[in-house]
Nanobody
């Protein structure tokens, strides 16, 4: 299984970026997908997740209203559209596949995600 994240970069505060995560080696449409991030000196944290069909999403409070997660099962790809970026969004962003197609109440827990991508760096300058 490979999860290849891309789309990171350097952007000014208030700007936008779209991250992509291309999956291979698994039946993509059978899994919910998530995005996490890890800032320097901090623990990795949940950002967003989407069920297998794309019809239900969950977000961390810190990104709600600014980030949008979506997926294209035909392309085996999950996206994270980030707008109104802030310096505190600076982190390495990771995509991960959930253990199943749906999200339960603990959707934010890393323990429920089995496969992880290598991460893509997002830097937001003030």
């Amino acid at each position: 299984v490979q999860l290849q994240a891309s789309g990171g970069g350097l952007v000014q505060a208030g700007g936008s970026l779209r991250l992509s995560c291309a999956a291979s080696g698994l039946t993509f449409s059978s899994y919910a997908m998530g995005w996490f991030r890890q800032a320097p000196g901090k623990e990795r944290e949940f950002v967003a997740a989407v069920v297998w069909s794309g019809t239900m999403t969950r977000y961390a409070d810190s990104v709600k209203g600014r980030f949008t997660i979506s997926r294209d099962n035909a392309k085996n790809t999950v996206y994270l559209q980030m707008t109104s970026l802030k310096p505190e969004d600076t982190a390495v962003y990771y995509c991960a596949s959930h253990r199943g197609p749906y999200l339960d109440n603990a959707y934010y827990s890393e323990e429920l995600y089995g496969y992880w991508g290598q991460g893509t760096q997002v830097t937001v300058s003030s």
